[in-house]
């Protein structure tokens, strides 16, 4: 009960090809397609850029206020 077999996800297919449409389909995958390629691209690009942070500062110099002397 928990699987669906082949038949039952073709006909889910079916049924969002008619409501969405084959073209609007398309698109939507060859947008989503084009943005994980750009993401791809993007990290390769931050990998082998120098303008990459080389050095983190070890510390962080946060100076609280006295709150009980009011």
Excluded: N, Q, Y
């Excluded at 995958?29 to 993007?42: H, I, N």
């Excluded at 690009?45 to 110099?61: E, G, H, M, N, R």
């Amino acid at each position: 009960m928990g699987s669906l077999s082949i038949g039952h996800w073709l006909i889910v297919l079916a049924i969002v090809a008619l409501v969405f449409g084959t073209k609007k389909l398309r698109s939507v995958g060859s947008d989503l397609g084009g943005a994980v390629k750009g993401f791809k691209e993007g990290m390769g690009d931050a990998a082998t850029s120098d303008s990459t942070i080389t050095s983190i500062p070890a510390t962080i110099d946060v100076r609280a206020k006295d709150v009980t002397a009011r």
